[in-house]
């Protein structure tokens, strides 16, 4: 995107306006409200048609009488092919990039955007949004694989591939939410009976996924308890949908459908007190999914209200702490005696011991830090921007995620091509010397790093 966004106040005179965005050397004017969220945007396409309607005289209105309501935007996290294919839907040469409260922080164009390469592949499009069903849906997640593939292809690391793939992931739920609360109106259960938040739990709220997924969602409310069942009937459908778009159900029941996932905020509240202050090994399974969270429906600022809640209540139990760290700790088994790797009819399941124990050193740290991030390499960057970790360690951090995301997602892609159903188990023969070579390092180097993330005892 180009930032800063020209922008200005809707009672400015279009004149002025025309005056700025010339000086600017820009084609377009965002146009905001008080609260600086936009509201409208005016182009050199607005400005001819008012001419040739108004004549001169258009020229004597405000920015917001003849600007465009209708404002066409992408998140500031959005991946290209969502802007690329969402410009081509609607026929515009201009979106303004939003932060989560509306705010512009910069423009795309059509001209940008042809200096980005891009396969067919990439243009995935920004048809989640407009999915009027489970069926147009899961042609969506049908077509990740084939994403994946076209992806890789480019160059495109694997970590950048698995934040598409979640990104996805974390846009298919939040519209079947929508499509959820749709329909319940439809069948008179009215609105929601209070504020509520849809939340992708696990790798799709690290924004590490990759074909190997199933559903992992929570809802939280500020209701009461007779609430529950609005929200438990939302639930229900919620996890219906994704499950008939092929996003199967979690076999842990880790679903916003089941009550143990669906709490008011003080119910969860409750709820965290008990996992870090009675902590247990299925305590530690609850806090790999939860704490990575991202609110991807209703309102985000009661999630965040959450997710600080959470971190504070974690953040002090120092036995909590301790506990977490020495299941990390315990986490092993990849690397025989010899150097070799450790596996089962062929196979090594990367996820158990390749990025879980990854996963959970970052969440570990972040949280002792009270830091927000969720996103492993985020965590790891924001532990190097507090000189919690030395540089040399924050490099072989990330090095280490990209080889253990890579080895898997080329795993999957070619079980796919031959019929078998994606899974984290790698089959290390299938890869060449050098990729093996590379993978045992990952492998031993993360053994070190566990110790660097205070976690060995």
């Known amino acids: 995107m180009s930032s800063p966004v020209l922008s200005a106040p809707t009672t400015l005179s279009l004149s002025d306006a025309i005056q700025r965005m010339y000086a600017a050397k820009v084609s377009s004017i965002v146009a905001i409200d008080e609260a600086g969220c936009t509201v409208g945007i005016f182009t050199e396409r607005d400005l001819l048609r008012l001419l040739s309607t108004s004549g001169p005289a258009g020229l004597d209105t405000s920015l917001g009488e003849t600007m465009t ?29 939003v932060d989560p409260d509306s705010r512009p922080l910069g423009m795309i164009t059509g001209s940008a955007l042809l200096k980005v390469r891009a396969t067919e592949a990439l243009v995935l499009g920004d048809s989640v949004e ?13 077509n990740l694989p084939r994403l994946a593939s076209g992806l890789l292809a480019e160059g495109v690391t694997a970590r950048n591939i698995a934040s598409v793939i979640a990104l996805v992931l974390r846009d298919l739920t939040a519209r079947a939410a929508e499509l959820a609360e749709l329909s319940m109106q439809d069948d008179g259960w009215g609105p929601a009976p209070a504020r509520y938040a849809v ?19 929570a809802l939280v409310h500020d209701g009461r308890p007779s609430d529950d069942s609005w929200f ?39 709820e965290i007190a ?24 209703g309102d985000r600022a009661l999630a965040e209200d959450l997710r600080k809640m959470a971190i504070e209540t974690a953040s002090c139990s120092g036995f909590f702490l301790r506990y977490l760290a020495q299941n990390v ?13 450790v596996t089962v009819n062929g ?77 984290p188990r790698i089959e290390p023969k299938c890869f060449d010397k050098r990729a093996r070579t590379r993978l045992r390092w990952a492998l031993k180097r993360l053994q070190t790093l566990k110790f660097v993330c205070g976690v060995g005892g």
């Not at 008990?274 to 429906?297: A, G, H, K, L």
């Open 69 to 97: 309501r209708s404002v066409a935007s992408v998140p500031v996290d959005a991946f290209v092919y969502v802007a690329l294919a969402r410009m081509a839907r609607t026929g515009l040469r201009h979106l303004v990039v």
């Open 347 to 423: 196979r090594l399941n990367l996820k158990k011991f390749g990025l879980l124990p990854l996963v959970s050193a970052a969440r570990l740290r972040a949280i002792r830090a009270h830091l927000p991030q969720t996103g492993t390499d985020e965590r790891f960057i924001a532990l190097h921007a507090a000189d919690a970790l030395h540089p040399d360690d924050l490099r072989d951090f990330n090095e280490v995620l990209e080889i253990l995301l890579r080895t898997m997602l080329e795993q999957q892609l070619t079980d796919i091509g031959i019929g078998i159903a994606p899974s």
């Open 130 to 142: 407009s999915a009027r069903d489970s069926d147009e849906m899961g042609a969506i997640v049908a």
């Open 199 to 217: 939340m992708v739990l696990g790798s799709a709220g690290r924004g590490e996924s990759l074909l190997a997924f199933d559903q992992d969602n």
């Open 274 to 297: 008990r996992w870090v202050y009675s902590v247990e090994n299925q305590t530690v399974m609850y806090c790999d999914i939860f704490f990575d969270f991202q609110p991807v429906w």
């Open 329 to 341: 700790a315990g986490m092993d088994g990849s690397i025989g005696l010899f150097g070799t790797l």
């Open 232 to 270: 438990a009937e939302l639930g229900r459908r919620l996890n219906a949908t994704l499950a008939a778009a092929g996003i199967p159900l979690c076999n842990g029941k880790v679903m916003a459908g089941e009550a143990a996932w669906r709490k008011s905020l003080d119910e969860w509240r409750d």
